[in-house]
């Protein structure tokens, strides 16, 4: 498979290895603190937002949903044209063609068959690059959309973001990433039961 499902499908492994335990709906939020020169900052810890978020948990356990169907049938449909491949080189090293025509025949069959698996390989990878972009524009609009709210009573001056090493080094009385997810995840709404019920409906399918 190409770099761009193998680089979704590490996404949605990563994502859905989060912490299950649910985060406690804290009421107090996090004390403003204000820096030497007057300006209010905060920062929000990435990864632990996209495995506490219950809204990007649910979103990836969809996400590896998609990706792990469109790995099988690719395998499947790879596994068929392999097959394919085989017994006409098999029947080709045993003069099992009748007639010219006949071998070449079956060898236009494969290589639509090849064309039609690479087609295919290209419209999966591009769904589920799709659906991934659609997942980070909403968790960003989410997001903001949160903060903005916050901020009202807060008045942070700036809100950082803080994954891996972009930021060297933060006091923790600066960390407001527990009360921005306790706030999300009391307006988040899980997907109607109905929903997922239709989803593994289709899966069986």
Do not use: H, W
């Amino acid at each position: 498979m190409k770099k761009t499902l193998f680089y979704a499908l590490a996404i949605a492994a990563a994502m859905t290895s989060c912490n299950n335990a649910s985060p406690k709906m804290d009421e107090q939020p996090a004390a403003a603190t204000a820096s030497a020169d007057g300006i209010k900052i905060a920062y929000v810890e990435v990864d632990s937002l996209m495995t506490q978020y219950n809204f990007a948990k649910d979103y990836s356990v969809t996400l590896q949903r998609k990706s792990t169907n469109a790995r099988n049938t690719l395998t499947q449909k790879g596994n068929q044209l392999q097959a394919a491949v085989d017994n006409f080189q098999k029947k080709l090293n045993n003069n099992g063609f009748t007639s010219r025509e006949q071998a070449e025949s079956q060898q236009a069959a494969i290589q639509r068959q090849q064309r039609d698996l690479q087609a295919l390989q290209a419209r999966l990878e591009g769904e589920l690059a799709n659906e991934t972009q659609q997942f980070n524009e909403a968790l960003r609009d989410s997001l903001n959309n949160f903060l903005t709210q916050y901020n009202k009573s807060k008045k942070y001056d700036i809100i950082l973001s803080r994954a891996g090493d972009n930021i060297l080094y933060a006091n923790t009385k600066y960390d407001i990433t527990q009360d921005v997810i306790n706030g999300l995840n009391k307006r988040y709404k899980a997907p109607a039961k109905d929903a997922k019920k239709a989803e593994k409906k289709d899966e069986k399918k």
